[in-house]
């Protein structure tokens, strides 16, 4: 259950959420957080993207198993 707490936080979902509902709220934060989308924000912002950014892709490739 730990687990699946942090994904749920990031993607903004609840824990019942079906298969595509997860789907778009990964696509959602993948455009949220992008760096290409973050290029003309301070340093500090582009670094909590990045940080989210890579954990979006790690849920996604949980999620693809």
Known sequence: VQTCALPI????IKPTA???EIKKAHRKMVRKYH??????EN???R???QT???K???IHQKASR
Do not use: A, W, Y
Not at 9 to 12: G, Y
Not at 35 to 40: T, W
């Open 9 to 12: 936080s990031i993607l903004e």
């Open 18 to 20: 079906s298969d595509e």
């Open 43 to 45: 340093k500090s912002i």
């Open 56 to 58: 979006i892709g790690k």
């Open 35 to 40: 760096p290409d989308k973050l290029v003309r």
């Open 47 to 49: 670094q909590l993207g």
């Open 52 to 54: 989210v950014f890579k």
